[in-house]
């Protein structure tokens, strides 16, 4: 990744999942039903190979955000971890100063 980056560099990325899982299934332990097909159920239907290739600054702002961009906490999630922190602080310094003299 980092030297495709570096060397700008582009990378084929398909529509859809192209894995198939093995052991999902009817003939599966633990995972008998398929919740979404995969290409060993689907196939892959005709390839057409482009004449020439472009970048997609559209497909590299969903995939940055849906891959590689850590979530924005929530505003009230950042105040809850802030007042457990100071929270903890003041629970510490308490048993410190009554607890263990």
Do not use: W
Not at 48 to 56: E, T
Not at 60 to 77: G, I, L, M, N, Q
């Amino acid at each position: 990744m980092y030297a495709c980056l570096a060397n700008s560099g582009l990378t084929a990325l398909p529509n859809r999942n192209l894995v198939s899982n093995v052991g999902f299934g009817p003939d599966g332990t633990h995972t008998t039903s398929v919740a979404e097909p995969t290409v060993a159920y689907q196939g892959l239907g005709d390839l057409m190979h482009p004449s020439f290739v472009l970048r997609d600054p559209t497909a590299d702002r969903y995939t940055y955000s849906s891959v590689f961009a850590r979530p924005k906490a929530s505003r009230s999630a950042a105040i809850v971890a802030r007042l457990t922190r100071k929270y903890t602080a003041i629970k510490e310094l308490a048993i410190r100063r009554f607890c263990c003299k």
